[in-house]
């Protein structure tokens, strides 16, 4: 992983620059893929706009989307640290977002953990195949209702409604 940090209008520090090579090491561990990080300190000389005197601009350059983090404080130190909480937690979102949130992935790490003979066997309910009905008796076993389509079903509505039926049709 590049970091690449570069002053617009400012000049950097090596000081600063060892501070930026620690503190994004963490970037790495949150996504392998990273190629580079960009780093653009700049200057406001407005002496109005001196709580946010401060700019930092961080960007990561990687096999996926383009991340992006800015911040601005009156010193360089404060404003890398309020772009890196940002952009971790743009980071850690991504990688929530990759992850498998559904399916059935808990039983297959179950079954991985478990050695052959300890996974439990879920036995499955006898079924007895369903009686016919005796002499005049129901069934247990309901009957399909026939499918209609939505165009008879609104014909015979539009029927009712104009008064051509005198019934109003089930629905």
Known sequence: MDIIVKGRHTDVGDRF??????????VEKL????????????????????DTRERIELTIVSRGPVIRAEAAA???????????????????RMCDRRKVHHGN????????????????????????????????????IPRPTPVTSCRSRWKATVRWFCGKRRTRPSP
Not at 42 to 49: A, I, K, T, W
Not at 74 to 92: C, Q
């Open 74 to 92: 009156d010193d360089r130190y404060a404003a890398l640290d309020v772009a890196l909480g940002k952009l971790e937690s743009r980071l850690r």
């Open 17 to 26: 620059r060892r501070h930026v090579d620690t503190k994004l090491a963490k």
């Open 105 to 140: 992935h808990g039983r297959a790490r179950l079954a991985e953990a478990l050695a052959p003979e300890e996974i439990p066997v879920l036995e499955e309910p006898a079924t007895t195949p369903p009686s016919r009905p005796v002499n005049g008796t129901k069934s247990h």
């Open 31 to 50: 996504d392998p893929k990273v190629i580079r990080v960009d780093v653009e300190v700049s200057e406001e000389h407005n002496p109005r706009q001196a």
